[in-house]
C-alpha cells in the first residue's frame, strides 16, 4: 500500500510518499522540484532533490532510496511535491494498483474513491480507514481532502463565497486535475452535502455508475442537537473568540468543557492546533484552519437544500444516507420519510437511494463504529 500527499502551499512546501506505511519526507522551495529519475537498482527507485545552485554531482549525493513503484508515479512526481494550487490531498492506494496506467493506456485507471470531511475536520480523520480500505481493496485508491480554510488547504487562499457549491467545485477541480474518475464519493456531515453538490454540479468527471454516500447529514435543513448536546454554530463561534496563539492544548480543553461542550469535541477540535511558528516561541500552538471561512461555510451548510438533486437523480447515481444511531444531529420523522419515498422515485428514473442506521454510533460514525460502517460501505467497493 502506497500514498502520495501534496501539502499546503507556503514558502516551504512539504510532500511526502507513502510506502507500507513507512513514510519518507522531502521538500522543496518554492519553484524548485522534486526529480524522480526512472534508473532502478535493486527494485528501488532513486529519488533526487535540488536545492538553488546545487550542482548535479551534489545531487547525485543526496538521492534517497525508496521502494519501487511504477513508472506512472516517475511521471508525475514533480506533482508529488508540489502543491496542486486547488486542495491539500493524500491519494492512498491499494498494493494491486498498477501506477503505468498513465504510460500503458490499454491498462484501466484504478478505481477511485473521494471522503471527505465535515466542518472543522481534515483529512486526517479518514486516514485509519482509508488505509483500511485500501488493504481490503488493494485495486482501489482512497482521495482524501483538506477542504478549503481547513487543515493544509487554508495556505492555498480561495474566494469567497464559502459555501456547500463553491467547496464541491474545488474537489472537482482536483479530481480533473489529477485526471481520476471517481466511483464512490464519501461525505461526513458538511461532507455529505459537498458529495451531493458535486453530483448536482458535474456530470463529468464523475463516473456512471457512481455511489455517493451522506454519512450523518441530509439534504436540507440542520438540526443541531437538543440541550446539553453539542451545538457546531456555537462550537464555532466560541473558538472566534479564542486568540489566534494559545499557550496550551490543554487550557483550551478546559475552556470548551467549561463552555458546556463534550469532552471528545473538546479534544477533538485541538487536533487543529499545530505548534506556532513564531520565533522565540517554542510552546504556543496556532489554529490551522480559517475561522471567518469555516462560519460562512456552515451558513451554507444550514441554508443549502439539495433534495430536489435527491428526489431527480441523473441516471446511474446512487445515494446512501446513513444515520448513525446516537446522532449529533436530529433526523426529523418527516427527513427519513423522504427519503424512503425518494427511494421508489429513484428506481423508476434508473437512479437509487437506500437508508441506512450505523448502530453504536454517534456523529463520528468512523471513529465511533469504524467496524459497522467498513461491513455497510464495502458493497460499494466490490465487483470493480
Known amino acids: 500500500m502506497s500514498a502520495i500527499s501534496n501539502f499546503a502551499a507556503s514558502p516551504l512546501s512539504q510532500g511526502a510518499v507513502h510506502f507500507a506505511d513507512r513514510k519518507l519526507k522531502f521538500e522543496s522551495f518554492f519553484g524548485v522540484n522534486l526529480r524522480i529519475s526512472r534508473s532502478y537498482e535493486n527494485d528501488a527507485l532513486r529519488v533526487s532533490r535540488l536545492d538553488p545552485g546545487q550542482s548535479s554531482s551534489v545531487a547525485k549525493r543526496t538521492n534517497v532510496r525508496m521502494a519501487l513503484v511504477d513508472e506512472r508515479l516517475a511521471r508525475v512526481g514533480n506533482d508529488v511535491a508540489e502543491p496542486s494550487g486547488v486542495l491539500a490531498y493524500d491519494l492512498i492506494q491499494g498494493t494491486l494498483v498498477r501506477w503505468n496506467s498513465m504510460m500503458d493506456k490499454s491498462i484501466p485507471d484504478p478505481p477511485t474513491a473521494v471522503l471527505l470531511h465535515g466542518i472543522l475536520g481534515s483529512r486526517k480523520n479518514w486516514g485509519t480507514f482509508a488505509r483500511r480500505l ?14 478549503r480554510c481547513h487543515g493544509d488547504s ?3 487562499k480561495k474566494r469567497g463565497p464559502h459555501t456547500v457549491a463553491s467547496t464541491a467545485l474545488d474537489v472537482l477541480k482536483l479530481v480533473a486535475q489529477l485526471r481520476i474518475t471517481p466511483r464512490v464519493l ?3 456531515s458538511f461532507g455529505g452535502k459537498v458529495v451531493l453538490s458535486m453530483v448536482e454540479q458535474a456530470a463529468k468527471p464523475l463516473a456512471r455508475p457512481v455511489r455517493v454516500w451522506v454519512l450523518d447529514a ?10 446539553g448536546e453539542d451545538h457546531p454554530a456555537e462550537l464555532i463561534h466560541f473558538l472566534s473568540k ?4 494559545v499557550i496550551s492544548k490543554q487550557e483550551v480543553v478546559n475552556a470548551l468543557i467549561q463552555q458546556g461542550f463534550s469532552k471528545d469535541v473538546a479534544q477533538w477540535v485541538v487536533t487543529n492546533l499545530k505548534p506556532a511558528a513564531s520565533f522565540g ?5 496556532s489554529w490551522v484552519f480559517d475561522l471567518e471561512g469555516i462560519a460562512e461555510m456552515y451558513q451554507s451548510y444550514d441554508e443549502t437544500n439539495l433534495w430536489k438533486l435527491v428526489e431527480n437523480l441523473p441516471q446511474g447515481v446512487h445515494v446512501n444516507f446513513l444515520k448513525a444511531e446516537r446522532s449529533l444531529h436530529r433526523w426529523a420523522l418527516e427527513d427519513i420519510q423522504r427519503i424512503h419515498a425518494a427511494e421508489e422515485l429513484a428506481v ?4 437509487g437511494v437506500e437508508m441506512h442506521v ?7 460514525v468512523h471513529a465511533d463504529n469504524p467496524d459497522g460502517l467498513f461491513r455497510i460501505l464495502a458493497s460499494s467497493f466490490e465487483g470493480f
Open 134 to 147: 485500501a488493504r481490503a481493496y488493494p485495486t482501489w485508491q482512497f482521495l482524501l481532502v483538506d477542504l
Open 154 to 156: 487554508t495556505s492555498i
Open 186 to 188: 464519501v461525505g461526513h
Open 218 to 227: 441530509t439534504p436540507g435543513k440542520v438540526r443541531a442537537g437538543g440541550d
Open 242 to 245: 479564542l486568540p489566534k496563539e
Open 281 to 285: 516561541s517554542s510552546s504556543s500552538f
Open 348 to 351: 423508476d428514473g434508473g437512479g
Open 358 to 364: 450505523l448502530e453504536d454510533a454517534g456523529h463520528w
